[in-house]
T-cell receptor, first 113, second 116 residues
Framework: NAGVTQTPKFQVLKTGQSMTLQCAQD?????MSWYRQDPGMGLRLIHY???????DQGEVPNGYNVSRSTTEDFPLRLLSAAPSQTSVYFC????????????FGPGTRLTVL | AQTVTQSQPEMSVQEAETVTLSCTYD???????LFWYKQPPSRQMILVIR??????QNATENRFSVNFQKAAKSFSLKISDSQLGDAAMYFC?????????????FGKGTLLTVNP
């Protein structure tokens, strides 16, 4: 199993540009989520999904869109990037009944100039 | 809202010695879970240990153990026989119980340095 994979590892954007951060898992996990990690802070939940076709907002959803068309993939879209979205983004997944065993991806470092 | 506080931004320990990282949390719930995650320089988040609030016995995983004081809302991590590979950022996290509660609430982290 590749586990949870994220692409790209690094990305630099200009203000106003759009992009999609990719997250995929090959463990057939129902639950997937996106977190952001800012300096001096812990991870904060952006969006999550409990299965294909189902998404919901987390703690800091503004400026981000998600969709879940397949069990494996959970992309995070920035429609118009802002400097405040400079952060490290983590994707996590788990079986729906085993949320205490979440697997994290390696993260994407995003810089918005 | 639940909050998780790690009051020690940085800690250091000599190799082979023991270190304790502190964590307090605030919640009005009785059913919840607590976690310690390790984040080495590779950025990978690794689950170290978890504790169910309904269990009185403190969780242990090899050299890692917790001191869970439910009434005091305290959840400290003890690392015994510290190794150079233990150097990392450590995050305390909380999750409310229940089948539809997925969110992990994290503290700000403690950076642990292990000196040879």
């Amino acid at each position: 199993n590749a586990g949870v994979t994220q692409t790209p590892k690094f990305q630099v954007l200009k203000t106003g540009q759009s992009m999609t951060l990719q997250c995929a898992q090959d463990m057939n996990h129902e639950y997937m989520s996106w977190y952001r990690q800012d300096p001096g802070m812990g991870l904060r939940l952006i969006h999550y999904s409990v299965g294909a076709g189902i998404t919901d907002q987390g703690e800091v959803p503004n400026g981000y869109n998600v969709s879940r068309s397949t069990t494996e993939d959970f992309p995070l879209r920035l429609l118009s990037a802002a400097p405040s979205q400079t952060s490290v983004y983590f994707c996590a997944s788990s079986y729906r009944g085993r949320v205490n065993e979440q697997f994290f991806g390696p993260g994407t470092r995003l810089t918005v100039l | 809202a639940q909050t998780v506080t790690q009051s020690q931004p940085e800690m250091s320990v000599q190799e082979a010695e023991t270190v304790t990282l502190s964590c307090t949390y605030d919640t009005s719930e009785s059913d919840y879970y607590l976690f310690w995650y390790k984040q080495p320089p590779s950025r990978q988040m690794i689950l170290v240990i978890r504790q169910e609030a309904y269990k009185q016995q403190n969780a242990t995983e090899n050299r890692f153990s917790v001191n869970f004081q439910k009434a005091a809302k305290s959840f400290s991590l003890k690392i015994s026989d510290s190794q150079l590979g233990d150097a990392a950022m450590y995050f305390c996290a909380y999750r409310e119980g229940g089948g539809s509660n997925y969110k992990l609430t994290f503290g700000k982290g403690t950076l642990l340095t292990v000196n040879p």
